[in-house]
């Protein structure tokens, strides 16, 4: 059974704290735009990093492609 764009959404929330979250998808392949107070003064490929560890497993197991948009909530207001 493959996860659903809602069940992404909630790990991603059970681990990080964000401001706002989307994430839409087809059961594999899935496009996130996440923000969060956390992604601050981090590189692009460190926001990225910190959303793989809150997945864990999952990355391997369930999931099998995120396409990340990552911002911080200055950065989304922008």
């Known amino acids: 059974m ?3 764009p809602e069940q992404i959404k909630n790990y991603i ?7 706002h979250l989307e994430v839409e998808g087809d059961g594999q392949h899935f ?3 996440i923000v969060s107070a956390a992604f601050a003064g ?13 997945l864990g497993d999952r990355m391997r197991e369930e999931i099998h492609a995120l ?11 922008a």
């Open 42 to 54: 981090k590189r692009p490929i460190q926001r990225h990093q910190i959303v793989y560890s809150v």
């Open 13 to 19: 929330a059970a681990g990080l704290e964000c401001t």
């Open 31 to 33: 496009t996130a735009v």
């Open 67 to 77: 396409s990340m948009k990552t911002l911080t909530p200055e950065e989304y207001a």
């Open 2 to 4: 493959f996860p659903t």
